[in-house]
């Protein structure tokens, strides 16, 4: 038999320990990489990511904050932001994304709506030299991100080298580059979508409007308006969104479009260089 | 409680992971009917194993390529498991996923019994510190829940344990395919009255955390406005303001004047907490110190054998490689024992590498050594593998090691001008098995490990 524990407290802990480690590594790019920026979509994830950033950095982020913009988010999302950017002196840049012409062809029509931010980012990478760039995503949102690595290389033309991943352990992080290459840095990979609401809830972090809905829908995963449905959903509060997420077993990525098209299709965005 | 899942290649760890997800109910449901129709498109049979082998390459060969973390919760608590690929060529993840591990899952064979990898894999697993093992003899329907040949397994794996210093926590025969005695009990091993894998885990109590002495490793030095402030994770604690911390290497004291923290400041710090903080006065800190309390600072040494697993494709040889702990330093290791992953011999946990920070030596008979660099340490068997070797920052080469003598100092003094080699004292066996991390390079460019 196992220990009883008491929940509350084992909750309280973890979230205290997910926060040092992702502050641990967020301190740890900007020591070791310097010429780096932080994406920032405006879903729950990106925006825990911000206000790590924040507490990293004792209120000031040193580096920008960008949006891969698509046009394509939704109005609520631009008015999420724009009642941030200012609040928490961010220093915001937008990158608009080329259009769906001048991605790969061969993608199905979800991902290649999706892979727009991949062009998005490769551009505004080269643009600015950043040799690192800080990103939420999450191990526990899809199979392929679960291979992914905190410091994770990124070849000159962005494409992931899966098999070639270094050793990481006991935080120690290989930041080592050669020219071109730049690091996809990932300080929420070891959180749960769960672990996100509750460190939300527990912080007072603002969250964009969508995520609650109607009542009889509401958004579980924020992507771009053409390509991301909302789920069946009564939560009308952030304890209602807890509560269900601890009852159900359906998948968090289930109303974005672009994961079920093809058996491959995440794992080509990948490695090409999405997210 | 967090698992590492280990075993040859085709023992079938992906497989038991996903039993254990789907059996505890972990498995989403539409992943489930997504995975049986990936495997209709394939013409295969259901392959459990895929809903871990994401990539299309790991489904085209049935193997892993990195590890993979997941989660499930039995009716007593939370697991994350990191699934390590079997391969030989991807031996550096099993490295990644038992280093945060307090239990390893070992999967062998039933036909085919403990392999070379088997033996490689239980060699990581005892580096990097990890004692217990839960013994998986799976596979059990090949050899048609033969209880003779369980046995003949279970005395197999539990000798090889034996052999790199670990102990067999439970020793389980399954199907994992089909779900024998993963959660549930098979009644096709009518023989074996012991408990499934699942129960097994739930029963394992990991060591109950002690309480570390208090050590600050310097992350970062922040100017804010006239502010210098030092952060670290803080491990150890709790730590006041007003308290009075030793920085090693250069021994130089301080108070801690304020605990920044975004929004609220002031509040003693916690154990594991990401702090920083401002000091009374204007002592020179850069990243790599380690603060501590006067009466429990940690080591200082330039001198250390220790016991390494080195990751590169080429051998590790005497006097050919240069590490880059701190930029003005560099450092040559020489080897005398050697563990070799290829043939999985040298495990003899004697000192394997010998390092001398600063110049060159030629060979062991000979070493010469002229330290220049330091680095810190904690007693054998504290938890201190988040900072030792915290000044080798910016290596480039990452292996794990097993600390086994070195000659120190005192932290709380200043280091004294450092003696030549005649004059060192006799080192310190360390014993124990405290594991840590070397960093090495073999050139001055980055490059990528290869195995």
Redesign the interface.
Known sequence: ???M?DLKLEEASRL??L??ES??II??A???VRKIAMLWSMGKDSTALVWLS??????TIPFPVILLDTEMEFPEVYAFRDSLVDCWQLDYRSELCPPESTVDRTLPPAARAAARKTEGLRNVIARNGWQGIILGIR??E???R??E?VFS?RRPDGSWD???????????Y?T???DGEHLRIHPLL?W?ELDVWLYTRQQNIPFCSLYLGDGRRRFRSLGEKNITHPIESSATSIDEIIAELRAT???ER?GRLMD?ES??AF?RLRSGGYM | VNLVLVGHVDHGKSTLLARLLVDTGAVPENKLSELEAICKRRSSQVELSFLLDAFQIERDQAISIDSTRVWFSSKHRRYAVADAPGHFEFLRHVVTGAADASLAVLVVNALAGPSEQTGRHAAILSLVGINNVLVAVNKMDLVAFSRERFEAVRDQAESLLANHRLSAHQIVPTAALEGDNVVRHSDRTPWYKGETVLEALDRYEPLPARNPPLRLPVQDVYRRDSERLVAGNLQGGPLAEGDLLVFSPPGLAARVATIRRFGEDHKPARHGEAIALALDRDIFVEPGYVASRAEQAPYVTSHFGASIFWFWRTDLLSGSLNSTPVPQATQTISRSNCIDVKSGTGFEYEPAVYASPGGTWSSNDNPGFHPINTYIYDEPNQSFTDYFLYQSYGGYWVTVATLNWSWHYEASRALPSLPDSEAWPTPVQLGGSAPAYVTLSSSPLPSYNSC
């Open positions: 038999m196992g220990p524990i205290a320990a926060e040092s502050i641990f301190r740890e900007y020591r070791r924040r507490k990293a950095f004792l209120g191990r526990d899809q199979a392929v679960a291979k690595k290389r899966f098999r070639n991943q270094s050793a990481e352990f006991w935080h120690y290989d080592g580059l050669h070891h749960t077993n359906a998948p289930a079920f058996e491959d794992e």
